[in-house]
């Protein structure tokens, strides 16, 4: 059975405040620079759009598609998650499982969107050279007068600007929490059963 942690399930509402968003005005910002300028673009978006408010799955996944999706690193996100199995699978289950993965982090995000309310998001000071291709962008997110959650993430810099490939929330990766539950399904039912899972659940008729 394939889903997220339950932790990540509460937190991702938190994740998406901070999401790495549009386009091509941004693609060249530093990092951390991109990462303020669009999470407050993202966060205009939530609050004022009454459709989201109101639990709008299309208009959320179209966020998501539009603002979200662009700047992660899918490919690198999917080959992290599948570890060592990522070199023995075929290029073609490859852009499957990439597809899939995708597919699944729609879904969980767009889950996540209909969650927020009003964090709020402090960002962290980030230093790095223009030679740095690697950096870790960190943030905290507050909700309802508790302690902060550490939300960092992971970025390298690609010809179209800086992408993220793996979210760090509380000091735990999303990318290894996959890897566990995928490692898990490969050695039940290999790659292909991992595939027929993962396409089962983002239809709807896998389970939860």
Do not use: C, H
Request: aromatic share 8%.
């Amino acid at each position: 059975m394939m889903r997220a942690s339950a932790w990540i399930r509460r937190l991702l509402a938190a994740v998406i405040t901070v999401a790495l968003a549009t386009g091509v005005a941004f693609a060249q910002e530093a990092p951390d620079a991109l990462v303020k300028s669009v999470s407050e673009d993202v966060l205009q978006t939530i609050k004022g759009d009454p459709r989201i408010q109101a639990g709008d799955q299309a208009r959320i996944r179209e966020v998501i598609e539009a603002k979200l999706l662009p700047n992660f690193d899918f490919e690198r996100m999917t080959a992290l998650a599948m570890g060592r199995n990522w070199r023995t699978a075929t290029p073609e289950q490859q852009k499957r499982l990439t597809d899939e993965f995708r597919t699944l982090l729609v879904r969980t995000y767009s889950g996540a969107l209909n969650q927020y309310r009003n964090e709020k998001v402090d960002y962290k000071p980030l230093r790095f050279s223009p030679a740095d291709t690697d950096v870790v962008v960190r943030t905290a997110v507050a909700k309802g007068g508790g302690a902060p959650i550490q939300i960092d993430y992971s970025m390298a810099k690609a010809p179209s600007g800086w992408k993220a490939y793996d979210v760090i929330v509380g000091g735990v990766s999303l990318v290894t929490n996959y890897r566990d539950e995928f490692n898990n399904s490969i050695q039940a039912s290999g790659i292909d059963g991992l595939i027929k899972t993962l396409t089962e659940k983002n239809r709807g008729t896998g389970g939860k």
